[in-house]
């Protein structure tokens, strides 16, 4: 019995490429935006040859990476920082248009009006020492009604006084305003046209109102 013996193929490795790229002209970087230019012309258009003109830019541009910038080792791994970029890039869209006012913010604008600043529905009570609602169930507020003393201040008892004098005036406006009334009732010349119409026909159903009832009184006396 012949034994026959298989030849095995030869592995071939591959042939390391320098690190150190050298062109006529020499490249030009944008580290921050991890750019690499290279001036020198295509005279090859073949897949090889564009292959190697890609692989010569991207071992230049890392070699500028790694003499130019700062590397630091940490916990997570070895960190390289980037510089900024030098090349505007065109944006993708266009820039947005400025957001037109409102009629209350161009009033607002107008009148020198500044937005107020809202208070938060919780505060900090110095006594429990915890954030409770201003307002409403368990509220600061609350606090306050159940205890027989209370402190009042001088802000309080100068919105008391505002508050009579504003009851004050309003009664005094509206005491005034009837007065009116009815010294324009009184004198009907003071009136418009429409007006007095309007009181000569009240009077005019309030008199027949009137005389309904005379009526069914007296059929009722007659019964």
Partial sequence: MEATSQEQPKKTVPERLPVNVEKPTPYTFDLGNLLAEDPNPITCTTEESLQSIARDGAQALINQLLTTCPIASTSAGVLLTLPGPSTALPREKPVPADKPLTKWQQFAAKKGIKPSKKEGKMVY?????EWVPRWGYKGLNKKTEGQWLVEVNDDD???KDRGRKTKGKKSLKKGSTAAAAD?????PRSQSRSERVERVKRAERKARANARLQRKAAVGGRR
Avoid: K
């Avoid at 009570?125 to 020492?129: H, L, P, Q, T």
């Avoid at 010294?183 to 004198?187: D, E």
């Fill in 157 to 159: 008892d100068n919105e």
């Fill in 183 to 187: 010294a324009a009732a009184a004198n």
């Fill in 125 to 129: 009570d110095e006594e429990s020492g």
